[in-house]
């Protein structure tokens, strides 16, 4: 067995100024190793602020090195939703993980980028950033990532016992905390920290209720709608215990869902098709460790 204790920061953050938000990061993980927890999870963009406009010059600031040092002088991990420029340019919504003594054990860039809001980002080209802390594997994914069925199994395949959502989910989709976070949890038996934004910035209101779910579905801990830090323990053996009942994933048919990767079409007949080749069995492979950047 092996556990990992997490707080999650519910914030409504300080729109382009990285300076407060750094400082809000560095009180937050004071509190969140205070309070027994070995890594911090932040909201969607929280070191420089979400609907802020245009955040290329602010991209290319050392934030993951200001994070790392914050991680470093605190002594617990933290998980940071910042811009960051990409290898192949541009510039990507992010998150970062770093650990206890400030080494990067992680990046990733949003997949799925969301209406408006997001145009001015460039989509990353993986599901989910998987790394291990503490004897717990982690995946990273961020906000409309989640709202997809596939990338969190995506992570449940490549063994993860945790996926960290940060999040800056808004008015009118305020459902999403409860139901579709419930769902995800529950249909891949991981654990799911969803660590969202509250208060506004520009014309975007924050819904908060940041939540953390167990395999099981029991709602581990949750927020109101404004500032908050909450804690929770992530357990390996519930995992272990939600798919020694019932495991969905080996109840699964691969070879079925072939025209998932391949088409946004069902040409099914009704009748027996061909078998597809098993393409996600469950390697990790497409997870990517370390993400997209």
């Known amino acids: 067995m092996s556990t990992l204790r997490i707080a999650c920061l519910q914030s409504a953050g300080h729109g382009r100024d990285v300076e407060a938000n750094l400082a809000e990061l560095d009180s937050a993980a004071v509190a969140a ?29 050392p934030l993951t090195e200001r994070v790392a040092a914050i991680a470093a002088a605190r002594g617990i991990a933290v998980v940071a939703g910042l811009p960051a420029v990409l290898p192949r340019g541009g510039v990507g919504n992010a998150a970062v993980a770093v650990d206890d003594s400030g080494k990067v054990l992680a990046r990733y860039a949003k997949a799925h980028l969301f209406g408006e809001i997001d ?29 997809f069925p596939e990338p969190v199994r995506v992570a449940a395949l490549a063994g993860a016992h945790v996926v960290l959502v940060p999040t800056a989910n808004m ?9 579709v ?3 995800r949890a529950w249909e ?38 404004g500032p908050d830090l909450v804690c929770a323990t992530i357990d390996t053996d519930a995992v272990d215990g939600a798919r020694g009942a019932f495991d969905y994933l080996s109840e699964r048919r691969p070879a079925l869902y072939g025209t998932l990767a391949v088409s946004a079409e069902y040409e099914g007949t009704g009748g027996e098709q061909e078998q597809a080749p098993e393409t996600d069995a469950g390697t ?4 990517g460790k370390g993400g997209d950047m």
């Open 171 to 179: 008015h009118p989709y305020g459902a999403i905390n409860e139901h």
């Open 33 to 61: 190793a205070a309070a027994g927890a070995e890594l911090l999870v932040t909201p969607e963009m929280f070191v420089t602020g979400y609907d802020v406009g245009d955040v290329a010059e602010l991209a290319a600031l």
């Open 119 to 147: 145009r001015r980002f460039h989509a990353g080209e993986a599901p989910a950033a998987v790394f291990d802390h503490h004897g717990v594997r982690c995946a990273v994914m961020i906000c409309f990532d989640s709202e």
């Open 284 to 287: 990790g492979g497409a997870a």
């Open 188 to 225: 891949n038996q991981v654990h799911l920290a969803y660590v969202n934004r509250c208060g506004a910035e520009g014309t975007t209101a924050y819904v908060g209720r940041s939540r953390v779910i167990g395999p099981d579905g029991t709602e581990l801990a949750a927020a109101g709608t």
């Open 181 to 183: 976070m419930w769902t």
